[in-house]
C-alpha cells in the first residue's frame, strides 16, 4: 500500500524559512516522480513543485520560484521541499504526491494527508 | 483565478446523471491529457480519472471523463449521496511547463 507521511508544518513568520519532508513507504520510491501540491484554506488545489525519479529535472510553480527548493533522498524514500522568504499566501496545507512514472511531470496518482503551514506574526 | 475553469457548484438528486466541465486553452487541455480528482470533505484528493476517461481500479463506473479541444468533463451516474464532494480537473500546461488545475467543484447531493 502506497503511504505518503508529510511532516514539518507549523507556525512561521513572514519571511521566514521552513522544511518541509514527507516520508515514502509501500513502492518503490526511487522509480517515480515526486510532487507538493497545496491549498490555501477554503480554496482549491495549486500545483508548488514537481521532481524526477532521479532529480535530473525540477519544476516549480512561478508562484514559488526562486524562494522553494524541492529535493529527495531515494536512499531515505524521503521528499523535501525548503520554503525561505515566506509569506503569507505562502500558508495552507502542504500535500505531498507521487507521480505516476520516473519523469518530470507525470500525473498525480497518489496523496497523502498533508501537513499545514500557517505564515503569520 | 485558475488556469482551467470549473463551475464552483453542481447539484443532484439521488440517482441522476450530472455532469462537471472543465475548460482551458491550446497549451493544457487541447494538447495534454486530463485528470480528475475528488477531495471528499477534511480529506486528500483522490485520483478519479486518468488521461482523460480512464479509471483507476476501484473506482466505479458511474464516473467517467471525456475531452473534446480544449474543454473536458466528468460525468457522475447514478448518483449517490457519498459523492458528495470537491472536484478538480488537472492538466499539464507547456507554456507554464507545470500541472494547472481547475477552482474545483462542489457537489451537493441533494
Known amino acids: 500500500e502506497v503511504q505518503l507521511v508529510e511532516s514539518g508544518g507549523g507556525l512561521v513568520k513572514p519571511g521566514g524559512s521552513l522544511r518541509l519532508s514527507c516520508a515514502a513507504s509501500?513502492?518503490?520510491?526511487?522509480?517515480?516522480?515526486m510532487n507538493w501540491v497545496r491549498q490555501a484554506p477554503g480554496k482549491g488545489l495549486e500545483w508548488v513543485s514537481s521532481i524526477s525519479s532521479s532529480s535530473s529535472y525540477i519544476y516549480y510553480a512561478d508562484s514559488v520560484k526562486g524562494r522553494f527548493t524541492s529535493s529527495r533522498d531515494n536512499a531515505k524514500n524521503s521528499l523535501y521541499v525548503q520554503m525561505n522568504s515566506l509569506r503569507a499566501e505562502d500558508t495552507a496545507v502542504y500535500y505531498c504526491?507521487?507521480?505516476?512514472?520516473?519523469?518530470?511531470?507525470?500525473?498525480?496518482?497518489?496523496w497523502g494527508q498533508g501537513t499545514l503551514v500557517t505564515v503569520s506574526s | 483565478q485558475s488556469v482551467l475553469t470549473q463551475p464552483p457548484s453542481a447539484s443532484g438528486t439521488p440517482g441522476q446523471r450530472v455532469t462537471i466541465s472543465c475548460s482551458g486553452s491550446s497549451s493544457n487541455i487541447g494538447s495534454n491529457y486530463v485528470y480528475w480528482y475528488q477531495q471528499l470533505p477534511g480529506t486528500a484528493p483522490k485520483l478519479l480519472i486518468y488521461r482523460n476517461n480512464q479509471r483507476p481500479s476501484g473506482v466505479p463506473d458511474r464516473f467517467s471523463g471525456s475531452k473534446s479541444g480544449t474543454s473536458a468533463s466528468l460525468a457522475i451516474s447514478g448518483l449517490r449521496s457519498e459523492d458528495e464532494a470537491d472536484y478538480y480537473c488537472?492538466?499539464?500546461?507547456?507554456?507554464?511547463?507545470?500541472?494547472?488545475f481547475g477552482g474545483g467543484t462542489k457537489l451537493t447531493v441533494l
Open positions: 488537472a492538466s499539464w500546461d507547456d507554456s507554464l511547463s507545470g500541472w494547472v
Open positions: 509501500g513502492f518503490t520510491f526511487s522509480s517515480y516522480s
Open positions: 504526491a507521487r507521480g505516476s512514472g520516473d519523469g518530470g511531470y507525470d500525473y498525480v496518482d497518489y
